[in-house]
């Protein structure tokens, strides 16, 4: 009898999570021994590190459920743009494109090894991120998924869909879509004297990769754009694929702020977000050394020693607060909070100005809000992602 797969959750799947592959029709051939359902994970695009994988598992009652995450939740270094100079950018090489197979193998009658396999899967796309548990039970009980809820519908980001944001900040939205099609980017901004903007921009969209949207009004139409024009301050900004996604909104804050950084991340589900740190700032250095002990040199001076360091290496360290942000923000800090991938963009209140270091949030417990303080805010412990022997 053929075997039959089934793949839970459509085509896109989220690495961390379990990508169930379901083989029925299993049946042992007569005189067989040490039978086994197979299923062969193959790269379709050569970015899966290590593959083609092959699974085994005896099958109960002619079914074999396998779980395909393992298999693919490999490390990718995320990749975006900064400084800012256009508006999409495909990133081809931050999703993996595999193909799942059924099989069978078993020891015949004869003592042979027999090994056969069923027609290849369609190709399944594979994005690095995961969701919470909370979130699996969720879609359990809705006969959701990533894919239905995600995929060629909503930007893939966990920040509200209403953001207060500077008027440089490089903004960014990411998108999956689940086909290859036609589609127009738009960004409309308004202005306090109720004047308003509109630029739109048409482009394909392709069923493999992660679209990365560089939404900052201001690099695509300096004049048009700007966010004080003719005396007139812009209030907000939307941004939306038409007739796709729902339209995200950015409140542009003209306030002044002393201290303007912001804190790149990759989301958990694939993309990069960047949220805006307006809050005060407290910059260390820590250093590391290493010692060795010698032995009194027979010619000796005063300017000799027997301690020595033998190491040193010195790395930057910062405390810094979010400032106020809403309770919907402050919410999806969490995403952040859990992120293994992060970007300090420091001293940044210019256009396309500041400077980028690779960090790691050091944060254990955070309290993202207390009612009884009114607290929505944050202080980040951010230390340098690299330990440096020379400045």
Request: aromatic share 14%.
């Amino acid at each position: 009898m053929a075997l039959t797969l089934t793949i839970a959750g459509g085509t896109f799947h989220l690495s961390a999570n379990p990508i169930r592959c379901t083989v029925t029709g299993a049946s042992v051939p007569s005189g067989a021994t040490d039978y086994k359902v197979l299923l062969k994970i193959t790269s379709v695009d050569g970015l899966l590190i290590g593959g083609p994988f092959i699974d085994a598992i005896a099958p109960v009652s002619g079914t074999a459920v396998f779980d395909a995450s393992g298999w693919v939740d490999q490390a990718v270094d995320k990749v975006f743009e900064f400084p800012l100079a256009g508006l999409i950018y495909p990133r081809e090489y931050q999703t993996l494109d595999v193909k799942f197979t059924p099989g069978q193998r078993y020891i015949d009658s004869d003592g042979e090894l027999q090994e056969s396999w069923e027609a290849d899967s369609e190709t399944h796309y594979i994005v690095k991120g995961g969701v919470s548990f909370r979130e699996l039970g969720r879609y359990y009980d809705e006969s959701s998924s990533f894919f239905a809820e995600y995929v060629g519908k909503k930007f893939i980001t966990r920040m509200p869909s209403t953001q207060v944001v500077h008027p440089f900040q490089p903004v960014k939205l990411w998108f999956l879509s689940d086909a290859d099609k036609a589609a127009t980017f738009k960004i409309k901004a308004y202005w306090d004297d109720d004047s308003y903007y509109e630029k739109s921009w048409s482009f394909d969209l392709y069923v493999y990769i992660i679209h990365e949207f560089n939404v900052l009004p201001y690099l695509h139409d300096s004049v048009e754009f700007a966010p004080v024009k003719a005396g007139a301050k812009m209030l907000y900004y939307e941004a939306w694929i038409n007739g796709i996604t729902a339209k995200h909104t950015f409140i542009v804050d003209h306030t002044y702020h002393e201290n303007c950084n912001y804190l790149f991340f990759a989301n958990s589900q694939g993309g990069v977000d960047v949220f805006w740190l307006a809050g005060h700032v407290k910059k260390d250095f820590a250093s590391e050394k290493v010692e060795a002990v010698r032995p009194w040199p027979a010619a000796g001076t005063k300017r000799d020693r027997t301690v020595i360091v033998s190491s040193r290496v010195g790395r930057n360290a910062w405390k810094i607060n979010t400032g106020w942000k809403s309770r919907d923000e402050m919410n999806a800090l969490s995403d952040m909070l859990c992120s293994r991938q992060a970007w300090l963009l420091e001293d940044a209140a210019t256009y396309n100005t500041g400077n980028l270091y690779p960090v790691t949030v050091t944060n254990s417990n955070s309290t993202l809000f207390d009612s009884k303080s009114d607290a929505q805010s944050l202080e980040l412990d951010l230390v340098e992602g690299h330990n440096n022997t020379y400045i």
